[in-house]
Each structure stands twice: as structure tokens, then as C-alpha cells.
């Protein structure tokens, strides 16, 4: 991941203070560097962000274009978009201290800086890759620090004050953020906000004016969810069935990034022809998207394994292959109307 430049706008609540930076940052500096750094890829790889495409009449999509091809400088670009932020919850009853970080990176999901050192971090700024603008919502929190000064007497005296300006640290989520691609694309996290009277997402429905989709994630959870019920409905096992939907998932992740949940059905219920027909009809009913783009890593930690819990308190993970696969795992149904669960085929146990 490469930090083209950055630049943070300030404003604080109670003051109503605006300060509107003029110049990006130095990235030379290493703090500067990672913090940036890291904010770009949890925004760019945050599996909770939703999709979206600009709408017909977006003002911020004609002049991100024209920041892209060079036709717009940086700083005053970011500060008229800061502005019109800060004139929106400036609406709000209590308006809360922020900072707003626009980052212009290069970069691909996959990569990360935890646990890398600056020799790494220096290699990934020399990589070339897609190009994104991030608009992050850095909402300022308040914290207890130490205060150094003299008192009357003149004693030199440490005390405690509280500050009302203190950052995220790199790896707190965000919950306010935006990712637009050079190619147009848009992912973002946002939450409503009461602005004048009426509920809003400021970043989606105010700034970028662009239509909100389900993420990747919210949509495998919910293809998930209505196997599970399915599975139920018809006496079978759901701990099984999601297990295999998961699988499937997974396994469709390494050569299509595109999951249609119909086909997903017709796979889980292979032997159980009625039970397809049934999640094809919730599915519509639901309004469930017939194709949807599924990133490899949304797979790879989000379906990749299964968790279940019994009702006598035992918690079991395993990965989900696992679920349709019985020399590895085994779900059997009892007489009694219990179920019994057979771990096969291990090798050694270790405490965890």
C-alpha cells in the first residue's frame, strides 16, 4: 500500500471551531506514516462496508473525477468536502469534536501492515496498485491525562486533566468511513444521524450521493441464516446445512468471486429437492440478490469456519469443509429427538 497524501480537517464541538488544513501532511514522519497507513487499509478491507454507485446528479462524483485526472488540488478539494460535513452535523442537537483524514493511496485488500516492520511498510509504499480516495470520520473521544505545572507556591505539581481532542488508535473501528476507487466504485460504513429533524447517513445520502447496497458479508450471514431456517423447517439438521453453505462459499471464492445463492442451495440441498424449492422461494420473498460479488477474503474469514454452541454449553469451531465432510465430522440424529456429534479421525488434542 502506497500513501499518495493525506490531509486532516478539524473541527471542534463545543467552540464550534473550523480549521481547515492547507497542505497535506509530511509522511515523512514515521507516526504520521503509520497512522495514515493504517486507517487507509482497515477502510479498504473492512468486510462490514457496504457498496454503492454514484447517482446520475452526484456534485462529489464530478469533482472526484476531476481530482483523479489531476484537474483539482488536493487541499482545497478535501476542505470543501470537510466543510459541507461539518455544516451538516453542525445541524445535529449535540454535535460531537471530529477530525476528518483524506487519504489519496494506492493499494489492494489483502494487504496489511500489523505486525510489520518500517522496512516492510517502506516496500508497500513502493508497490503499484488500484487507486482510492478514503474519507475517514475520526470522532474525537475524551481521556484522562496527566498535567505538569506549579502550583501557587510555585511547586512544580503534577495533576490529572481531562482531554477532549484524543484520536482513535490505528486499530479501534471506525464507524464513519468512505472508499472511492479511481474507476469510480464506492464502499462505506456509516450510521444515521439525526441532522435537522430527519435521519441520515451523511457520508452516503449528503456527500457522495450514491445508492447503498448489502456488503459482502451481510449478504453471506443472510444466505447463511435462511439455509439454517430451511434446514430446520424440514426437521433437518441447520448446524449441518449452514456448515455446508459455508463450505460452499468458500470453496466458490477461489475460482468465481460471483455467489449466486440459488446455485448454493441446489449444492447444500442436493439430496433434498423441496427444501431447494423452499429457500428459492424465501429467497425472493426476501429479496435476496440473485448474484453477488464475494471477495475472496470475506470468504476466507467469514465462511471459511463454522461455530455452534449446544444447548448443554459446549462450543465447537471448526472449519466448515469439516460440515459435509463425515470422515472428519459426523451430525447424527437420536431416537430421542437429541443429536449426537462425532469428531472422527484425530490425530492429537491439545488446551487451547
Request: proline share 5%; charged share 30%; net charge negative.
Amino acid at each position: 500500500m502506497r500513501v499518495n497524501q493525506a490531509i486532516l480537517h478539524s473541527y471542534e464541538g463545543k467552540s464550534c471551531v473550523k480549521v481547515f488544513s492547507e497542505a497535506p501532511m509530511d509522511l515523512a514522519d514515521d507516526e504520521v506514516k503509520r497512522y495514515v497507513t493504517s486507517q487507509a487499509r482497515r477502510a479498504l478491507s473492512n468486510l462490514d462496508a457496504r457498496r454503492g454507485a454514484f447517482l446520475p446528479d452526484s456534485a462529489f462524483a464530478k469533482e472526484a473525477v476531476a481530482f483523479f485526472r489531476g484537474n483539482a488540488d488536493f487541499a482545497p478539494f478535501t476542505a470543501v468536502a470537510a466543510e459541507f460535513l461539518i455544516g451538516q452535523m453542525g445541524q445535529m442537537e449535540e454535535t460531537p469534536s471530529f477530525d476528518l483524514l483524506f487519504i489519496d493511496f494506492e493499494g489492494r485488500e489483502e494487504e496489511t501492515v500489523d505486525g510489520l516492520g518500517e522496512e516492510d511498510i517502506e516496500m508497500m509504499y513502493r508497490s503499484q496498485a488500484p487507486r482510492y480516495l478514503a474519507i475517514v470520520m475520526l470522532e474525537s473521544r475524551r481521556a484522562y491525562m496527566h498535567e505538569v505545572g506549579r502550583d501557587e507556591l510555585g511547586h512544580t505539581l503534577a495533576s490529572i486533566a481531562r482531554h477532549h481532542a484524543i484520536l482513535p488508535n490505528p486499530s479501534q473501528k471506525v464507524r464513519s468511513f468512505a472508499v472511492v476507487s479511481a474507476t469510480g466504485d464506492v464502499r462505506f460504513c456509516d450510521e444515521p444521524r439525526v441532522v435537522a429533524g430527519r435521519s441520515v447517513e451523511l457520508l452516503p445520502e449528503a456527500l457522495l450521493q450514491c445508492t447503498s447496497e448489502a456488503s459482502s458479508k451481510e449478504v453471506v450471514q443472510g444466505v447463511c441464516d435462511l439455509v439454517g431456517a430451511v434446514a430446520d423447517e424440514f426437521g433437518a439438521n441447520p448446524a449441518a446445512a449452514v456448515a455446508r453453505a459455508k463450505a460452499y462459499v468458500s470453496e466458490n471464492a477461489e475460482t468465481d468471486e460471483v455467489l449466486v445463492p440459488e446455485q448454493l442451495a441446489r449444492d447444500v440441498f442436493a439430496d433434498a429437492p423441496q427444501m431447494h424449492d423452499r429457500f428459492v422461494e424465501e429467497a425472493a420473498e426476501q429479496n435476496l440478490p440473485d448474484r453477488v460479488s464475494v471477495e475472496p477474503e470475506v470468504a476466507r474469514r467469514v465462511a471459511a469456519k463454522h461455530k455452534i454452541r449446544t444447548d448443554t454449553g459446549i462450543d465447537i469451531t471448526f472449519p466448515a469443509e469439516y460440515g459435509k465432510n463425515p470422515d472428519f465430522l459426523e451430525f447424527e440424529s437420536n431416537l430421542d429427538g437429541t443429536l449426537s456429534i462425532r469428531i472422527k479421525n484425530v490425530g492429537a488434542i491439545e488446551n487451547r
